[in-house]
């Protein structure tokens, strides 16, 4: 029987994502550090989050619709950065275009596969992602090409720790794919012979370069130069940060908060937005999931920017809980990489269509209007779900449970 290429829930498209690729690409969409609980505490523990849903006086007519950083989108979904390659030839354009078709932003990592500029063109609302990586003439350069190529807002990602060590071992990615390597990787890609033929019609193989990261008149770098170059740099102060910020001059998020202090101090900075995020369980593993964080700092910082969160999000239902504890909207990452290596663009709009339809499920079994209404009410929380990370520096304790 022929498979609907149409799916219906995310772990599908996962499944036939694993199915579809060389095992080691696969592996490195997992990710993950450590004992991998970061990553697994992001999905179950909206689990724990329970439902109360009403059964009349339900609305008719219900809006998903909202802005980040100014931007008008139809649902409170938008592509978080993944710095990834060899998922789909056509990589983050795909992305780009099946953001624009659903009505919302596209979020293109500095290591992405595709330059910004064709992604920009697929897609006008889209914002670059950037580390702290390089010299700060070559923050500069890569600020002032995201900005000719109409990138509308900056994602400054800050954290990460080059903790990777995984239990399950991570995947060996070669430098770059030269004859030794394509055969010592040839026995993989024969057993993925979709993924294979896909790359085929393209009569390339996946050149594993960051071409963001391409300094004027020089060669892109490879992804590991890439990697290498991060490694070297000395690492950001908040002075940093704030420099950083005034030379965007544009719209600005800082990602990967987990801490109120930290949060505070990026509305010090002069931020637009924050990302509470975990870096999707890539960073220090045993870090609490994301919608464990969000509402001690939603709390603390929501009236004065804009909240977002990433991390585990795979169900419109998510996005409800996310929204009920003080998201804006949320950002999703791997949820999309799954949607494209299982069915490229159209994989990418289906899965943003399965959080559509979860989202609005949510809302008109709530009895709610619009997003906007959502509350912790909506939901049973069990004690001591929430985290309050980095609460004032008077306390003796930074950090409490
Ligand atoms: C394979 C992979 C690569 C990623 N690369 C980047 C990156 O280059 N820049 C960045 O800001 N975040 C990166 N992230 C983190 C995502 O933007 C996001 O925070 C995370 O995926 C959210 O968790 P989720 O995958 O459970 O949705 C990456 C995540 C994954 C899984």
Redesign the pocket.
């Known amino acids: 029987m022929r498979q609907n290429p149409w799916f219906e829930s995310v772990l599908e498209a996962q499944r036939r994502a694993k199915k579809r690729l060389p095992p080691s690409v696969y592996a490195?969409?997992v990710?993950g550090s450590e004992r991998g609980r970061t990553?697994d505490d992001?999905?179950n523990a909206f689990a724990e989050l329970q439902f109360a849903p009403r059964v009349a006086g339900h609305q008719p007519e219900r809006d998903l619709s909202t802005t980040v950083m100014g931007i008008p989108i139809s649902l409170p979904v938008i592509i978080?950065?993944?710095?990834?390659q060899a998922v789909h030839p056509d990589g983050e354009v795909a992305v780009a275009r099946a953001a624009a078709s659903r009505g919302t932003i596209m979020?293109l990592?500095?290591?992405?596969s595709k330059p910004v500029e064709e992604v920009t063109a697929a897609n006008e609302n889209t914002f670059f992602?950037m580390?702290w990586t390089g010299t700060r003439e070559t923050m500069v350069q890569r600020m002032d090409r995201a900005r000719a190529a109409g990138a509308k807002g900056l994602?400054a990602?800050l954290d990460w720790s080059f903790s990777i060590g995984r239990d399950w071992g991570s995947p060996v990615i070669p430098e770059k794919l030269d004859l030794k390597s394509m055969w010592d990787f040839a026995p993989e890609a024969i057993r993925r012979p979709k993924w294979l033929l896909a790359y085929a019609k393209t009569g390339r193989v996946p050149d594993l370069t960051a071409p963001n990261l391409q300094p004027p008149g020089g060669p892109a770098p490879t992804f590991f130069g890439a990697y290498y170059e991060w490694q070297q740099t000395a690492p950001p102060s908040w002075e940093d940060v704030e420099w950083l910020r005034r030379e965007w001059g544009g719209k600005f998020m800082l990602?990967g908060i987990t801490r109120i202090d930290d949060a505070k101090r990026a509305v010090d900075a002069g931020v637009d937005a924050i990302s509470v995020?975990n870096?999707?369980?890539?960073n220090l593993d045993t870090t609490p999931a994301t919608i464990r964080c969000l509402g001690p700092i939603a709390d603390a910082v929501g009236h004065e920017i804009e909240v977002l969160l990433?991390?585990?999000?795979r169900r419109g239902g998510d996005v409800a809980k996310a929204l009920a504890f003080g998201a804006r909207a949320v950002?999703?990452?791997?949820?999309y990489?799954w949607g494209l290596a299982a069915n490229g663009q159209t994989g990418v709009e289906n899965v943003l269509d399965l959080l559509r339809v979860g989202l609005d499920s949510a809302v008109l079994g709530l009895g709610h209007r619009s997003i906007t209404q959502f509350s912790r009410a909506d939901f049973y929380v069990p004690e001591g779900f929430e985290r309050r990370l980095g609460i004032e520096a008077a306390s003796t304790s930074p950090v409490t449970a």
């Open positions: 490195a969409l990710a990553p992001n999905q978080s950065p993944t710095g990834v979020g990592s500095s290591f992405a992602q580390y994602i990602t990602k995020s870096h999707g369980g890539n990433d991390g585990g999000v950002m999703i990452g791997r949820a990489l």
